[in-house]
């Protein structure tokens, strides 16, 4: 039990992903529908910057006045090459002070990207459900999915 405490927020977007998952099915409003896949895509948010965490680990941001990996007259100081931390999403830089471990900045930029394109499709489905609204008067699929099956029946009747 205290195994699944220490994973306490795998078990956290577990419960998210699961619940976004749950709206999006269950739900018969536009509006719901559109809450639960937010809620579902900053589940996966989540699990990504969960697994980008290197316990440790220094952000890879060099300090102008403190050249890393380099002499005075700016030559490289670098020797061998670059080494994967354990595929913890880390890396160490060998040469002077290769003590350090830095975290890949990699899926956080990867997630501010995801969450740029998360707004604009929450914005795109939001702009939908207005135009569905417009035309047929409201926002639940069933009542939409009856008043489409009335057309069509209308529309061979002719």
Known sequence: MSELFSQYNYVIVIVLMMT???IVFASRNLIK???GLS?????????????AKVK????PILIEDKPYGVDKDGHALLEG???VAAGDGAFLL????SDVLYSNPLPHVLILT?????VATLAIGLALTVR???VYHTIEEDEIQEMDFVYNLEGTAD
Not at 39 to 51: D, H, M, W
Not at 56 to 59: A, I, K, V
């Open 20 to 22: 976004g998952l749950y």
């Open 33 to 35: 529908k559109l809450v």
């Open 39 to 51: 809620v579902f895509q900053t589940s996966v948010f989540l699990l990504y910057i969960t697994v």
């Open 56 to 59: 440790g680990g220094q952000p």
């Open 81 to 83: 090459p670059i080494q």
């Open 94 to 97: 060998p040469g002077p002070g």
């Open 114 to 118: 995801a969450i740029v394109v998360g």
């Open 132 to 134: 569905i609204r417009e």
